[in-house]
């Protein structure tokens, strides 16, 4: 290991540095803003679930995501702070999912096409593009539909089982605290 340099930063050790550092650092973040969130636990986790399941049937129109949330927040009563953290923790994983929710909206649909290579004589003119991406984008929706659906109802569970832990540890040490005030003398 090298000593600092003399302007006064420090050489990065092998584990401080990288792309899924910046990852866990991001996520661990967005986690404590999630805990720390205000509003009942059940008010948080379905915010939490809101936001999952609109990242994931929105995913290629980007900007119409926040459009969705504020209404959805308000119809059942979510937590709007929590549905935009699950959407920014979401958009890190969500191209996982493109290729099986597509395969998957075929399957729905009952089309049975797994996707075959294209060729570019298939592709000539601009119908066959846009009907090629028709095809694909409705059973991506459909397919992304159902997959956040399931991610959703999952992590409210989730969010909820973990908001109601930090709760009660939080409650705990408080009251250790007090009662560790209550015990010390009062001094004149």
């Given at each position: ?171 705990r040490r408080r009251h250790a605290m007090l009662e560790k ?8």
């Open positions: 290991m090298q000593p600092p340099s003399s302007e006064g930063k420090r050489a990065k050790l092998p584990h401080q540095s990288g792309f899924f550092n910046g990852l866990r650092r991001r996520g661990r973040l967005q986690y404590l803003k999630l805990l720390r969130s205000q509003g009942a636990p059940q008010q948080i986790a379905r915010g939490f679930a809101i936001g999952t399941w609109v990242e994931f049937i929105v995913f290629p129109t980007l900007g119409v995501a926040f459009i969705l949330l504020w209404p959805l927040n308000w119809l059942l009563r979510g937590n709007l702070a929590a549905s935009l953290v699950a959407f920014m923790l979401w958009k890190m994983v969500i191209w996982i999912f493109i290729w099986p929710n597509i395969q998957l909206g075929h399957w729905l649909l009952g089309s049975h096409q797994i996707l075959e290579k294209t060729t570019k004589a298939q592709m000539k003119g601009w119908d066959a593009k846009i009907a090629f991406l028709k095809e694909q984008g409705i059973a991506f929706f459909v397919g992304s539909a159902l997959t956040g659906l399931i991610a959703a109802i999952l992590s409210y569970f989730l969010v909820l089982v973990a908001l109601k832990a930090y709760h009660d540890r939080r409650e005030r209550r015990e010390q003398p009062v001094h004149k």
